[in-house]
């Protein structure tokens, strides 16, 4: 029949018949006559399974779990549908084909598969032509299609109602916006396995989440392909440089394969981490064919994400990158959690990348312009900055590798004014918790970034911080190189504040000059400000066992009660511990003394530090020893072992270790005791761990400048007075003489106060006056000779003295403002 247009038939203007004749027209898309019901008439089973993988390794849980829900049910339960989601190069066809072939005996009514092909590169399938392709495979001409979708999806339903026995009805690489309804199967003995990257968010839709394969899955696929015996380790290596994905073990298997090729060039290639994703060109076709399915925001987000220089990201960093708000962020997070280019990683939201997913998105993080890519690292460190300014240790443990990532980011891009808000209590809190190394790493980075920046003040407190650490892990040369090269940082810093010589008393009492320590350290106690209680605390503990050591036990008492309450004021429970414990020392009573040094314990534990917790453990424990208590000695020292052991604190260990020798002697376990003498006795001398070089700069970097500084213009004045000198004795008289020796002292005092009052020794009471008072009133003495050399006839010889000494004034001067101008510039970053 044709239209009226003259046209040939069309689905509109003439019925398909089958089945029979028609005794009346109806006027319908389809119509089928047959036995009463709606059962349409039976068909062959249809067999469309996908080629079975020749190789399939891990997963058998997986695997054992996905057979167990394709089991067909009864007729009259809901269908099922199931689907393997995870990020691309997974294994999630690999993983439905296995599947398929091994479950195709409890489907009798037939496999039907097809591709919607979301990341093929081309057009996805869409619903209707998936139905089409099913019914095709059922046997039904294409000409008996309906024409419409809702057609369509009754046609698929009357079919799978009337095969003979449950139907496996398969879906890879399914759109996941793409609505599955459609296409679920209409009774509970057939199944729907659907592949897809974002997981759905129907409830209706079980979701088996596939992650990558075990080590030992993967070693076991390597082995298997490789042409020749490679070393484990070897393949241990190419199996985490590729993440253990699936995709990018394929690609390195199909490499070892090739006997020209070798494990030694594979590794060599994939060693590289900007080389990486250019020898596995799959498993980045499948990344970006997953990033193009993005919308522009989160595909914004995802490149931003790639500066991130840590393995954790929440959505306070991921907003602070991106510059748009928190909440936009973290509906961005979970969006692309959902769309597996992202992980969960722990609680409170946070997440991260897949190793290799993590250098894609640093490749399209290059793709930005530099001022793009700069500004946000900036901001993500003012981000991090302002939360460490009021977080406590829990978020420094819990953020630990991802701020540590950041300083070192932040100072290899030359951030340096962000580097040191974080590295100085990033690096305290590593320091309390034992992890003396990281400490150091950290805190190099911040004095690298503070030479940069020219502020010596910094310098100088950071390279202190890195002493006492160095001190910790048995390193006395490197914390000898950053004692000198932080007091040289001082001189050049131009100041002496409390911190100066509070570190100056330290290092006396390193050297048992502990009148020196309680000299400095006295001086200290007057600069400390009121803000600065945790420090002053510090400070006044170490005043106490300075004074202890000198004998003044009323003065360390009281310096000790005196940090206390500093400490408990300033909320420093660190302190607080070791006061106790010093306290615990000096009493005579045992059971005073167990009191103090449990009151020390439960504060180091309170503090979390991990040092102060172990002296605390070995002072209980050796205090029960002189009890005649050592069984419960026992548990304390194994304790202070186990972290000792734990932190590599080889000093404290070598100490807990001959403790345990004397507890076991007094125990009378003879032969455990005499085991233990004869492993210390074999054993070599500890040897330190690995730690960063001291970043110290060479000794002329900082005494050049230090020379110049303080010497080079009261030389000039002594050369000119010198001559002055010379010429009265020659021309002049009595006075032009008398104010010669004038300039020439004063020149000669000038030089001696700037050497005198940068001293790190004690020196005399007087003679320090004197220096203060002559560093910073010489040019004022010297102008008191103008006039007498105006009375004496050389107005030129008097001036040209105060001219020299007052440019000596500017010199000491101009370091000072420029520290109290990075001071303040600090303050406000802060």
């Known amino acids: 029949m044709e239209d009226a247009s003259g046209a040939g038939p069309t689905p509109g203007t003439h019925n398909n018949f089958s089945g029979g004749k028609a005794q009346n027209v109806y006027q319908a898309g389809q119509i089928f006559f047959g036995a009463s019901g709606?059962?349409?008439?039976?068909?062959?089973?249809?067999?469309?399974?996908?080629p079975r993988p020749g190789r399939f390794y891990g997963r058998r849980d997986a695997v054992a779990g996905l057979l167990a829900r394709l089991t067909p049910g009864q007729r009259e339960e809901p269908a099922r549908?199931?689907?393997?989601?995870?990020?691309?190069?997974?294994g999630k066809s690999t993983l439905m084909a296995f599947a398929a072939h091994e479950a195709k005996a409890l489907f009798p009514g037939g496999v039907v598969a097809e591709c919607a092909g979301a990341h093929s590169g081309r057009d996805p399938l869409s619903t209707e032509q998936l139905l089409r392709g099913y019914l095709f495979q059922f046997g039904i001409p294409t000409d008996q299609f309906a024409p419409h979708l809702s057609g369509l999806q009754a046609q698929f339903s009357r079919t799978m109602r009337g095969a003979a026995g449950p139907v496996l009805v398969l879906l890879d690489d399914a759109v996941a916006e793409d609505d599955l309804t459609p296409l679920v199967p209409p009774d509970g003995r057939h199944r729907l396995l659907v592949t897809l990257r974002t997981a759905p968010a129907s409830a209706a839709v079980t979701v088996l989440r596939l992650d990558t394969l075990a080590p030992e899955h993967s070693l076991e696929l390597l082995?298997?392909?490789?042409?020749?015996?490679?070393?484990?380790?070897?393949?241990?290596?190419?199996?985490?440089?590729?993440?253990?994905?699936?995709?990018?073990?394929?690609?390195?298997?199909?490499?070892?394969?090739?006997?020209s090729d070798s494990a030694g060039r594979v590794l060599t290639s994939l060693r590289p981490p900007g080389q990486r994703l250019a020898e596995l060109g799959l498993v980045r076709r499948a990344f970006t064919a997953s990033y193009r399915t993005?919308?522009?925001?989160?595909?914004?987000?995802?490149?931003?994400?790639?500066?991130?220089?840590?393995?954790?990201?929440?959505?306070?960093?991921?907003?602070?990158?991106?510059?748009?708000?928190?909440?936009?962020?973290?509906?961005?997070?979970?969006?692309?959690?959902?769309?597996?280019l992202l992980h969960p990683a722990g609680?409170?939201?946070?997440?991260?990348?897949?190793?290799?997913?993590?250098?894609?998105?640093?490749?399209?993080?290059?793709?930005?312009?530099?001022?793009?890519?700069?500004?946000?690292?900036?901001?993500?460190?003012?981000?991090?900055?302002?939360?460490?300014?009021?977080?406590?240790?829990?978020w420094f443990v819990q953020e630990r590798a991802t701020l540590t990532a950041a300083v070192a980011e932040a100072a290899e891009r030359g951030l340096d004014r962000r580097v040191e808000p974080l590295a100085r209590p990033l690096g305290a809190c590593l320091a309390r918790r034992g992890l003396a190394v990281d400490a150091l790493a950290v805190l190099r980075s911040g004095v690298l970034a503070a030479q940069r920046r020219g502020?010596?003040?910094?310098?100088?407190?950071?390279?202190?911080?890195?002493?006492?650490?160095?001190?910790?892990?048995?390193?006395?040369?490197?914390?000898?190189?950053?004692?000198?090269?932080?007091?040289?940082?001082?001189?050049?810093?131009?100041?002496?504040?409390?911190?100066?010589?509070?570190?100056?008393?330290?290092?006396?009492?390193?050297?048992?000059?502990?009148?020196?320590?309680?000299?400095?350290?006295?001086?200290?106690?007057?600069?400390?400000?009121?803000h600065e209680g945790r420090r002053a605390a510090a400070s006044l503990s170490?005043?106490?066992?300075?004074?202890?050591?000198?004998?003044?036990?009323?003065?360390?008492?009281?310096?000790?009660?005196?940090?206390?309450?500093?400490?408990?004021?300033?909320?420093?429970?660190?302190?607080?511990?070791?006061?106790?414990?010093?306290?615990?020392?000096?009493?005579?009573?045992?059971?005073?003394?167990?009191?103090?040094?449990?009151?020390?314990?439960?504060?180091?534990?309170?503090?979390?530090?991990?040092?102060?917790?172990?002296?605390?453990?070995?002072?209980?424990?050796?205090?029960?020893?002189?009890?005649?208590?050592?069984?419960?000695?026992?548990?304390?020292?194994?304790?202070?072992?186990?972290?000792?052991?734990?932190?590599?604190?080889?000093?404290l260990r070598d100490r807990l270790l001959t403790q345990e020798l004397s507890r076991l002697t007094q125990a009378g376990d003879l032969p455990a005791a005499a085991r233990l003498r004869a492993k210390l006795a074999r054993a070599e001398p500890p040897a330190p761990p690995a730690v960063p070089a001291p970043p110290v700069r060479h000794p002329p970097h900082h005494i050049r400048p230090i020379l110049l500084r303080l010497f080079a213009l009261p030389l000039c004045a002594a050369v000119w007075a010198t001559g002055c000198l010379a010429w009265a004795l020659a021309c002049g008289g009595p006075g032009a003489v008398g104010l010669g020796l004038a300039q020439w002292g004063l020149a000669a005092a000038t030089g001696w106060a700037a050497r005198r009052v940068w001293l790190r020794g004690r020196g005399g009471r007087v003679g320090e006056l004197a220096a203060v008072a002559t560093h910073r009133c010489h040019a004022a003495l010297g102008v008191a000779l103008l006039p007498v050399g105006v009375r004496v006839g050389m107005p030129a010889a008097g001036a040209g003295s105060v001219a020299l000494l007052a440019l000596h004034s500017a010199a000491q001067w101009w370091p000072v403002i420029r520290t109290y101008r990075l001071r303040r510039s600090r303050r406000k970053s802060a």
């Open 223 to 259: 082995a298997a392909a490789s042409a020749a015996p490679v070393p484990r380790a070897e393949l241990a290596e190419i199996a985490e440089l590729c993440g253990h994905l699936p995709l990018a073990l394929d690609v390195v298997a199909g490499r070892l394969r090739d006997v």
């Open 347 to 394: 609680p409170e939201g946070h997440v991260r990348f897949h190793d290799l997913l993590r250098l894609y998105a640093r490749e399209l993080a290059d793709g930005e312009p530099e001022s793009a890519r700069t500004g946000a690292l900036d901001r993500l460190l003012d981000h991090y900055a302002r939360c460490a300014a009021e977080a406590e240790d829990a």
């Open 294 to 340: 993005l919308g522009p925001k989160d595909a914004r987000l995802l490149r931003h994400l790639g500066l991130h220089p840590g393995t954790g990201i929440d959505a306070g960093s991921a907003a602070a990158l991106a510059d748009v708000p928190e909440a936009n962020a973290d509906r961005a997070l979970r969006r692309l959690v959902q769309a597996h």
């Open 542 to 651: 170490a005043l106490g066992e300075a004074l202890e050591q000198l004998g003044d036990a009323d003065a360390a008492a009281l310096s000790y009660w005196l940090a206390g309450r500093t400490a408990v004021d300033a909320g420093d429970r660190t302190v607080q511990a070791y006061v106790w414990l010093r306290l615990a020392r000096r009493a005579d009573d045992p059971h005073d003394r167990l009191r103090l040094i449990e009151g020390g314990l439960d504060a180091a534990r309170k503090a979390g530090d991990v040092r102060a917790t172990i002296e605390a453990l070995a002072a209980q424990a050796g205090a029960l020893i002189e009890n005649d208590r050592p069984v419960d000695a026992e548990p304390l020292l194994k304790e202070a072992l186990d972290l000792a052991y734990e932190h590599h604190l080889v000093l």
């Open 455 to 530: 502020d010596h003040e910094q310098e100088a407190e950071l390279l202190r911080a890195m002493r006492q650490q160095y001190r910790a892990v048995g390193r006395p040369a490197e914390a000898e190189a950053c004692a000198e090269a932080g007091h040289l940082a001082w001189v050049r810093a131009g100041v002496q504040p409390a911190a100066f010589h509070d570190d100056l008393g330290e290092q006396a009492a390193d050297r048992e000059d502990f009148a020196g320590a309680v000299h400095h350290l006295e001086k200290a106690q007057a600069r400390w400000s009121r």
């Open 38 to 50: 709606d059962t349409p008439a039976p068909f062959a089973a249809p067999d469309s399974l996908p």
């Open 81 to 90: 549908v199931l689907a393997l989601t995870g990020e691309g190069g997974i």
